[in-house]
Nanobody
Framework: EVQLVESGGGLVQPGGSLRLSCTGS????????MSWVRQAPGKGLEWVSG???????RYADSVAGRFRISRDGAKNTLYLQMNSLKPEDTAVYFC???????????????????RGQGTQVTVSS
């Protein structure tokens, strides 16, 4: 059974930083196509960043240059380092796993059907 558990969210002032973590189990973590997706209040899911099994990464335009995705295979943990946070980054952030491994990193959140319970990130002064 695929299990994903996120942590690291919280309240931060604009311009601040947070690092989200996601620990996975029940699948080949290091080889999997993984992403972070988020959902702001009253809005749908938005894809944020992804990493394929080869370690290639991709970012949404809204976070490129500010966020960095990484993975520690030995710890079965996916990270999202978020810098220069803005109020519009406020959302519940989910770690997500794709059904299949592909070299291309899809930006459709529905391509990642396995998700954790989410962690709240609030950016406010």
């Amino acid at each position: 059974e695929v299990q994903l558990v996120e942590s690291g969210g919280g309240l931060v002032q604009p311009g601040g930083s947070l690092r989200l973590s996601c620990t996975g189990s029940g699948f080949a973590f290091s080889d999997s196509l993984m992403s972070w997706v988020r959902q702001a209040p009253g809005k749908g899911l938005e894809w944020v960043s992804g990493m394929n099994g080869g370690g290639n990464t991709r970012y949404a335009d809204s976070v490129a240059g500010r966020f960095r995705i990484s993975r520690d295979g030995a710890k079965n943990t996916l990270y999202l380092q978020m810098n220069s946070l803005k109020p519009e980054d406020t959302a519940v952030y989910f770690c997500a796993k794709a059904e299949r491994r592909t070299a291309l990193i899809p930006t459709n959140p529905e391509r990642y059907p396995y998700r954790g319970q989410g962690t709240q990130v609030t950016v406010s002064s």
